[in-house]
C-alpha cells in the first residue's frame, strides 16, 4: 500500500517528537494500535463524578446544596489553572516536538489579559447561576439539614483563598485595620497571615474566639497556604502585570479586565453569598441566626465593610470610597 504524502509528513514529524523526549516512536504506536476508543462517560468519569454527592440527611434539597458547590469548587480549579499559567509565562505546548516553548518566554500581555478574562467569565458563571443554591431550596429544609453539617462552612474552601492570594499582593489581603502595620515594612508571609483578613469573619459572635471551623481550616491549610503565597510573591497577576512595559500597562482591555476581576471576586460574589444568607439566616428585624460554621457573616460578607480589593491604584478615589455600595444596593433589591 501506497502511503499518502500527508501521512508520510506526520509519521516523520511523530519520529522527531519522540526522539526529542528520547522515546521510541513504535511503542507509542503499538500502544495505538492496542488501545481501545475513547466515549464520553469514561473521559469524564461521569459515573465516578455522580456518586460524590453523600448527603448527610434526607432532605431532597441537601443534595442541591452539596452539588453546587463542588461545581463552584470546579470552577475555582479552573481559575487557579488560569492563575499558574499567567505566573508561569504561559504552557503553549508544541505537539509536533514535544517541547515546550512558552514556559519561559516574556509575558504576552494579550495572553494575560485573555487568561484573566477567562477567571471573569468562571466567577461570573458561578454569580449568575448561584440562584440555583441561593434561591433553590426551601427555607425550612435548609435550615434543619444545615444542622448536620456543623461546624462545615463554605468559608473553609481553601481554593477560594488560593484564588485570592495568587490574584494580588498578599499585603491587600491584611485586614484593612491592620494593613498600616505592615505597608512598605517587608513583612515576611508568615506575619502578615495571622492579620489575614477572613480571619475576623470566622470567630464566635458572642465570645469572639476562633471558631471550629476556623480551627480545623488552619490546621489542615495554613501550611499551604503560607507556602503559596511565598512562591507567588513575584508572579502573582498584579506581580506579572507589573512586570509588563508601561505601555502594555495603560492597555484599556487589560486594565478592564483587572478591574472586572476585582469586582467579581471582591463584591459580586461575596454579595451573592449575603443575599442567600439574608433569605435563609434572617429571623426578622435586628434578629439572626448563626452561619453554619459559626461564622460571623454580617461583617464577613459585605463589600462596604472588607473594602477588599487586590488592585486599589486602579481605582478612582470616588470608586474606593464608595467601593460595593452600588452594588449592594443593586443586589440586595433584588
Not at 111 to 130: G, Q
Not at 265 to 289: C, D, F, T
Request: charged share 30%; net charge positive; with cysteine.
Amino acid at each position: 500500500m501506497k502511503l499518502r504524502p500527508e501521512f508520510v509528513e506526520r509519521v516523520n514529524k511523530l519520529e522527531e517528537k519522540y526522539a526529542t523526549i528520547g522515546q521510541d516512536m513504535n511503542s507509542y504506536l503499538d500502544g495505538l494500535l492496542y488501545s481501545n476508543v475513547t466515549n464520553y462517560w469514561d473521559y469524564v468519569n461521569v459515573d465516578t463524578l455522580l456518586s460524590l454527592q453523600h448527603p448527610k440527611t434526607d432532605y431532597p434539597d441537601e443534595l442541591i446544596f452539596i452539588m453546587y458547590h463542588q461545581v463552584t469548587e470546579l470552577y475555582f480549579r479552573l481559575a487557579l489553572h488560569e492563575l499558574e499559567q499567567i505566573a508561569n509565562n504561559g504552557r503553549d505546548i508544541v505537539m509536533e516536538t514535544g517541547e515546550d516553548k512558552g514556559w519561559n518566554k516574556k509575558l504576552d500581555p494579550k495572553y494575560y489579559a485573555e487568561r484573566v478574562n477567562r477567571i471573569n467569565n468562571y466567577f461570573e458563571a458561578l454569580t449568575k447561576s448561584f440562584d440555583i443554591m441561593g434561591s433553590g431550596m426551601e427555607k425550612q429544609q435548609f435550615l434543619r439539614f444545615r444542622m448536620a453539617l456543623l461546624p462545615a462552612s463554605g468559608f473553609q474552601s481553601a481554593q477560594y483563598r488560593m484564588i485570592e492570594i495568587c490574584a494580588t499582593d498578599f499585603i491587600r489581603l491584611v485586614d484593612k485595620d491592620d494593613r498600616k502595620k505592615f505597608e512598605g515594612k517587608k513583612a515576611s508571609i508568615e506575619k502578615m497571615f495571622e492579620n489575614i483578613y477572613w480571619k475576623k469573619g470566622a470567630t464566635e459572635l458572642e465570645t469572639g474566639q476562633k471558631t471550629l471551623t476556623l480551627k480545623h481550616f488552619e490546621k489542615k491549610y495554613s501550611g499551604k497556604l503560607i507556602a503559596l503565597a511565598n512562591d507567588y510573591k513575584d508572579k502573582n497577576l498584579w506581580a506579572k502585570y507589573k512586570s509588563l512595559s508601561k505601555a502594555d500597562q495603560k492597555t484599556t482591555d487589560l486594565i478592564n479586565a483587572l478591574k472586572q476581576l476585582d469586582v467579581n471576586v471582591n463584591v459580586n460574589w461575596p454579595l451573592v453569598h449575603y443575599r442567600s444568607a439574608a433569605k435563609y439566616l434572617e429571623k426578622g428585624k435586628n434578629e439572626n441566626i448563626a452561619a453554619t460554621g459559626g461564622t460571623n457573616w454580617q461583617k464577613y460578607l459585605p463589600p462596604r465593610f472588607q473594602k477588599r480589593m487586590f488592585y486599589p491604584e486602579l481605582w478612582s478615589e470616588h470608586e474606593k470610597e464608595n467601593w460595593g455600595k452600588s452594588w449592594v444596593e443593586s443586589i440586595i433589591k433584588k
